[in-house]
């Protein structure tokens, strides 16, 4: 079996470097691309209470667990608080509702989905008449002082945020008794993240790239969209290395020093996406790829704009 590398965060947690994503990973077919995942060499699983299928994935560990493939502390597990828990007094109990969904006692990590918050309510995605999102006051300062003491309790290893930006997590840096590990953002060729990511390891927080491979089967894609791992000159890179861009891709970041999440429920991809341990990209490579770049968003969370804590909607890299 192949061991997967770690990164070590600046608490001296280690996470594998790849892990398998289960965004939009349907119910009835995450459970098997989990258990296919951990019998491959996966030990970390990135998930979240918004997508929905905390429960099934919880499923596949405790199988994964009970036949004796892997213990728990083998495994590195990532939940999200959603935008509709970040008033204080709801920050504990959206932790425990994914660690019961996933049939656990603690997380390995848990991020803070994204900085703004949405109205308390039932509805993970609340709106008024007009459809419009209902957005909460809440700051994530104060969400994140609510997290600082499940540490303590134990209830979850590491701390990090998601899809804040630089200005964001200055500000955070300033209050924080918890430093966050990880910046969860997206990041990708076409969206390199190259000024985020100085930011970031100037402070040694480390990268989590998502959407690593383009999400093509993301919600809003239009079929006109540029096709990340259609893209000839990815193509070009990865004939030449005999790998397949999919691969290539996921090298780019390891390569980068970024921690790295690939989405799949396909048997062959997620082996395929695990086969990259046994080669790297030269200097020469990873500077090429790196000009690829063309400030291609593909997860804009137009929903949330007009919010005061959108990440993406002023200078702020
Ligand atoms: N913090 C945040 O806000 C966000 C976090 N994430 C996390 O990052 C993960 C990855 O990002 P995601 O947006 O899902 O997209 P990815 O870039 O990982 O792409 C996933 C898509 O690529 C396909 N695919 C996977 N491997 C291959 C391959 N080898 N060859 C061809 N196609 C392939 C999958 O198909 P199939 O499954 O059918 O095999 C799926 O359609 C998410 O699942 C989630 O865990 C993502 C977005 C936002
Ligand atoms: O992780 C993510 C994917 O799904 C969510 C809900 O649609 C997104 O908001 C988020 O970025």
Redesign the pocket.
Known sequence: MVRVPTVTFNNGKSIPVV???????KPGEVTQ?VKDAIDIGYRHI???FV?GNEKEVGEAITAKINDGTVKREELFITS?LWNTFHRPDLVKGALLKSLENLQIKYLDLY?I??PQAYKEEAELFPTDEAGKIQFSEVDYIDTWKALEPLAGEGLVKSLGV??FNSGQLKRLLQVASVKPVTN???C?PYLNQRRLKDFCESHDIKITA?????????PWAKPEDPQ??EDPKLKAIADRLGK????V?IRYQIDRGNIV??????RS??E??FQVLDFKLSHEDVSLIDSFDCNGR??P?TASLGHKYHPFENDEF
């Open positions: 892990g398998l994503g289960t965004w939009k990973s691309a990135d998930c979240a997508y999200k991020l989905h994204w998601s899809n969860q953002i997206e990708h998502y959407s690593p491979l383009g999400s093509p089967d993301r990340l791992m397949t861009v999919a691969q891709l999440i690939p989405k799949s429920v396909t991809r997620i395929s996406n593909l997860v969370m």
